[in-house]
């Protein structure tokens, strides 16, 4: 399976999913004129990669700021991203912050509680 990678950009961010480490990042500000055309593509890798995960996959998000159709775009990678921990499969979702940015600390409490997989809050001292 090959890899997944966009570059990011002042209102879109860098995904970076790699299918061999099942490791995945998404890192930068979130705020595309379409949020669910610009993670489409995305969507569909993730749905092939269910198929054949990796033992553990773990998601980084390191985002400086989202719009609110960016979140839902969120949840629904949360969402696929549960389908493989069903499966049997171990998934971390970490979860980054700056340490006084309330807002997005809140949005990562408020994503464990909606979804069944672990959102591990790291705190990034500014």
């Given at each position: 399976m090959e890899n997944f990678f966009l570059e990011g950009s002042t209102k879109t961010p860098e995904l970076r999913f790699n299918a061999e480490t099942g490791s995945f990042l998404i890192e930068g500000r979130s705020i595309p004129e379409n949020s669910v055309e610009y993670y489409k593509p995305l969507f569909e890798w993730l749905d092939?990669?269910?198929?054949?995960?990796?033992?553990?996959?773990?998601?980084?998000?390191?985002?400086?700021?989202?719009?609110?159709?960016?979140?839902?775009?969120?949840?629904?990678?949360?969402?696929?991203?549960?389908?493989?921990?069903?499966?049997?499969?171990?998934?971390?979702?970490?979860?980054?912050?700056?340490?006084?940015?309330?807002?997005?600390?809140?949005?990562?409490?408020?994503?464990?509680?909606?979804?069944?997989?672990p959102i591990v809050m790291n705190v990034i001292q500014g």
């Open positions: 092939a990669y269910i198929l054949s995960p990796k033992q553990k996959s773990t998601l980084e998000v390191k985002l400086e700021y989202f719009n609110t159709s960016s979140s839902k775009c969120l949840v629904e990678i949360f969402r696929k991203l549960e389908k493989v921990q069903s499966s049997g499969y171990d998934v971390q979702i970490n979860w980054f912050y700056e340490e006084d940015d309330e807002d997005m600390q809140e949005s990562g409490e408020d994503f464990q509680e909606i979804i069944d997989i």
